[in-house]
């Protein structure tokens, strides 16, 4: 299964999303501010690009797994091998402040929020149980 974020709205505080499943809307995503976007162009990823808790991962493709969270005590999705990065999640939140690099899911959006992410989350989570099932689940970040 191929999910991808395709990042459309920049603030200061965050940047929303949209995540798609084999290429159809899906939910809303919100992440921390997207520092790879200069004068309006994608740029190189460096690691002096992250200030921890409060950057967007980088651009890329990543293998998603589900394994257990010490953090949130139950299985939930991760993301493998982000430059720089460990324990990425995809879990429920509404606001930069309920991530710290992780994707939230949700339902509806405003400006540096999003909501009915507890619902999105739920409805998501036994979609990537059920294609782990059978193969490789594969999550792409792009610029929309």
């Not at 920049?10 to 004068?39: A, H, M, P």
């Not at 690691?47 to 589900?66: C, S």
């Not at 992780?102 to 619902?119: A, H, M, P």
Request: charged residues 25%.
């Amino acid at each position: 299964m191929e999910l991808i974020v395709l990042r459309k709205e920049y603030t200061k505080n965050s940047t929303i999303g949209e995540l798609l499943i084999d290429n159809k809307f899906f939910c809303y995503t919100l992440e921390d501010t997207d520092r790879q976007i200069v004068n309006d162009s994608i740029i190189k990823w460096t690691p002096k690009l992250k200030i921890k808790g409060a950057t967007a991962i980088p651009y890329g493709r990543y293998e998603v797994i589900i394994n257990f969270s010490n953090r949130f005590q139950q299985p939930m999705p991760l993301l493998l091998n982000v430059p720089d990065y460990l324990g990425i999640r995809i879990h429920a939140g509404n606001t930069d402040k309920n991530t710290e690099g992780c994707l939230l899911v949700g339902f509806t959006k405003s400006v540096d929020f999003i909501g009915n992410s507890r619902s999105a989350y739920k409805s998501l989570f036994p979609i990537i149980r059920e294609a782990l099932k059978t193969g490789k689940v594969n999550i792409g970040i792009e610029r929309g």
